[in-house]
C-alpha cells in the first residue's frame, strides 16, 4: 500500500533569523524535484567530520506564482519579495500522521540564487541552501585563547564559540581523550572546520548535523564510544490510523472528550530493511588498508618568558598602523611554536626613534601602542605616532611558548595482508596527539579492523511511499543511528550506522531516501573479559586498544 505525507513545507525567514517564517510552498514548482543532502557520504577511516549539507529547490518567477508578479523572486528587481536575497534562513518540514518532522535548515549563500532570464525563458529561480557546516568551512578562526586539559567535546565547543554564527541546537556526547594544549597548532587562517577535523581525528569521534522533531540543526559530537552503547533501532511509531482503540473492559472504545474520536494506542511496528531496498551500493573489500601510519605531536610547554615576536616598522607622523604577525621560537628549537599567555607590555617592550637602529632621537612618548590582541599563533598590534615628526618603531611579545617539535610516526601494519593483496597505506594524522603510545593503540586497533577484504553495503536507496514503516524510517531515522540489514544476494547481514542523508521529493509527494552507512564493526568496540574463552585471548580475540 503506497503512502504519502500529508503535506511538504519550505519556509524563509524574510525578515531576518528573529523574524516569523513564511511559508513560500505554494511557489516551490513540484515539477522540479526537492533535493536534499548531508553528513558524511563516505565510509573512509579518517572521514570524521560532515561536508557542507544542502537543499535546493526551484520557485515560480512567473506571473503564475503566488503574487502573480514577474520577478517576484529576482533580488534588484523591482517586483522582488520584500526580504528574499542571500543570507536568509530557509527550512524543510514534512507533515505525517499530525506531526512535524524538521528534515533541513539552513542558510542561502552569496551565490545561492539562480535566476532563469528571458521572456520567453522557463521564468524559474533555483535556490540552493547549505546547512551548519558551511559556516565552519568559511570561518576562519579568530586569534584563539590557548586552552590546556580540555577534552575533545570542550575544544569542539571551543571552536562553535570562536564563529559569527551558532547552530540552533548542540549535542555534545562523552568522549574519551583529553588534549593537553588547545589551539597551538591554529594558524591565522585556519578554518573551523579543519580544526574541527584535527579533534576529531585526535579522538576518532565524529562531527555533524543531525534533526530531530521539533528541532531542525543540531550540531553533534560524537566520541570515539558514543556508538558502542547505541543500541540499534528495532521498531519506530505506528501511524495512528495503524493503532488499535484503547478498550474498556466490556470492549467498549474511549470516546475523546471533543467527540472527535476515540483514544488510540500508542504501538510500534517492527522496523526491518531486509531487502526493502531499491537500490544499494555493495562493496566488497572497499577501504582496505594493511599499512597505517598514526601521526602524534611531542610538544612541550615552557615556563620562563621569551620574546616570541618583534617588528621594527616605519610610522609617519600622524599615522595608525596595523602590526600583525606570527610567533618564532627565539632557541629555534621547535618545527613550530605557539603562546601559552603572553605578558602585557612593559616600556621596554616598545619604544619610537627618528633612527631604525634607535641611535636617534627618542620619540617614544608620542607612540601609543594601544591594547594589543594576543591568540595562539599570531598578535596584533594598532599602533599610532601623535607627534610631528616620523619616525621609526619596535614592539615586541614577550611570553611562555608551547613548542610542537618532529612528530612521532608509528606503524601498525599486516604482512600478511601486505604479501596476499599488495600495500594498501593509510595516514592517520592526530594534530592533537602528542603521546605516541595512545597514536599506537589506535592504529594498532584500525589495522585489525581494516587489513582484510570484508562484503559490506554502503549505502541504500528506498523509496519511502511504499510501506508506512519505510515512510517512519525516512522520518524517524537520522544520522547516528544503528539500523539492522540484511541483503540477499549479497548475504550481507548486520549492523549499521547512518552516517549521511540524501533525498529526493518529486512531484505529488514521492519521496526516495538513500541512507549513507558505515558498518558497525568499525565504530564499536568488545572489551577484554579476563577468563572468558573467545573474550580473552592477547593476540588473537583481543588487541592493545585504547
Request: some cysteine.
Amino acid at each position: 500500500m503506497s503512502v504519502y505525507p500529508e503535506s511538504v513545507k519550505i519556509e524563509m525567514q524574510l525578515a531576518g533569523t528573529a523574524g516569523a517564517w513564511t511559508d513560500v510552498s505554494e511557489d516551490v514548482l513540484r515539477k522540479n524535484r526537492i533535493s536534499v543532502s548531508y553528513g558524511i557520504k563516505d565510509t573512509t577511516p579518517t572521514s570524521r567530520v560532515a561536508s557542507t549539507g544542502t537543499m535546493t529547490f526551484y520557485l515560480d518567477n512567473s506571473a503564475n506564482n503566488s503574487a502573480q508578479t514577474v520577478g517576484y523572486y529576482s533580488p534588484g528587481h523591482t517586483n522582488c519579495r520584500s526580504g528574499f536575497a542571500a543570507g536568509i534562513t530557509v527550512r524543510l518540514s514534512i507533515l505525517y500522521d499530525g506531526m512535524t518532522f524538521p528534515k533541513f535548515y539552513g542558510r542561502i549563500p552569496a551565490n545561492g540564487i539562480n535566476i532563469s532570464p528571458g521572456a520567453y525563458g522557463s521564468r524559474v529561480v533555483k535556490v540552493e541552501v547549505r546547512d551548519y557546516m558551511e559556516q565552519l568551512v568559511i570561518h576562519s578562526i579568530e586569534m584563539p585563547d590557548f586552552a590546556e586539559n580540555k577534552n575533545a567535546a570542550e575544544v569542539a565547543a571551543l571552536i562553535i564559540a570562536n564563529g559569527l554564527i551558532q547552530p540552533l541546537d548542540t549535542e555534545y556526547n562523552t568522549t574519551e581523550e583529553t588534549f593537553n594544549t588547545v589551539f597551538d597548532t591554529t594558524k591565522s587562517e585556519t578554518k573551523s572546520a579543519v580544526e574541527l577535523n584535527k579533534v576529531c581525528l585526535s579522538e576518532l569521534g565524529y562531527a555533524y548535523i543531525k534533526h530531530d522533531t521539533g528541532k531542525f540543526e543540531i550540531f553533534t559530537i560524537e566520541g570515539r564510544n558514543t556508538r558502542t552503547t547505541e543500541p540499534a533501532v528495532l521498531s519506530i511509531p505506528l501511524p495512528t490510523d495503524a493503532c488499535d482503540y484503547l478498550l474498556l473492559e466490556d470492549g467498549g472504545r474511549i470516546e475523546l472528550e471533543d467527540g472527535s474520536g476515540y483514544l488510540k494506542l500508542n504501538q510500534t511496528t517492527p522496523i526491518s530493511f531486509m531487502d526493502a531496498q531499491t537500490t544499494a551500493d555493495v562493496q566488497s573489500g572497499n577501504n582496505l588498508y594493511n599499512y597505517i601510519q598514526g601521526i602524534s605531536y611531542n610538544r612541550s610547554v615552557g615556563t620562563a618568558a621569551e620574546v616570541l615576536f618583534s617588528s621594527t616598522f616605519a610610522i609617519g607622523a600622524g599615522d595608525t598602523v596595523v602590526i600583525k604577525g606570527g610567533y618564532k621560537d627565539p632557541l629555534s628549537e621547535a618545527q613550530s611554536i605557539s603562546a601559552k599567555a603572553i605578558l602585557p607590555p612593559g616600556t621596554a617592550d616598545y619604544w619610537m626613534n627618528t633612527a631604525r637602529d634607535k641611535t636617534g632621537t627618542v620619540l617614544t612618548a608620542n607612540f601609543n601602542i594601544g591594547t594589543p590582541e594576543y591568540g595562539t599563533n599570531e598578535v596584533k598590534f594598532t599602533v599610532s605616532n601623535s607627534g610631528a615628526v616620523d619616525g621609526y618603531a619596535y614592539v615586541q611579545a614577550v611570553g611562555t611558548a608551547v613548542r610542537s617539535y618532529t612528530p612521532s610516526k608509528g606503524i601498525a601494519k599486516d604482512d600478511t595482508s601486505i604479501q596476499t593483496h599488495g600495500k594498501y597505506a593509510l595516514n592517520l594524522d592526530m594534530k592533537y596527539q602528542d603521546d605516541p603510545t595512545i597514536a599506537m593503540a589506535f592504529i594498532n586497533t584500525m589495522i585489525n579492523q581494516y587489513k582484510d577484504p570484508v562484503t559490506r553495503i554502503e549505502s541504500l536507496t528506498c523509496c519511502a511511499n511504499s510501506t508506512p514503516e519505510l515512510l517512519a524510517a525516512f522520518l524517524y531515522l537520522d544520522i547516528g543511528k544503528r539500523i539492522t540489514l540484511q541483503e540477499s544476494v549479497s548475504g550481507v547481514n548486520g549492523d549499521y550506522f547512518i552516517n549521511g542523508v540524501s533525498f529526493e521529493i518529486l512531484s505529488n509527494d514521492i519521496i526516495f531516501f538513500t541512507e549513507h552507512i558505515k558498518s558497525a564493526s568499525f565504530d564499536t568496540f568488545a572489551f577484554w573479559y579476563v577468563g572468558v574463552v573467545g573474550q580473552s585471548e592477547v593476540g588473537q580475540t583481543t588487541f592493545v586498544g585504547f
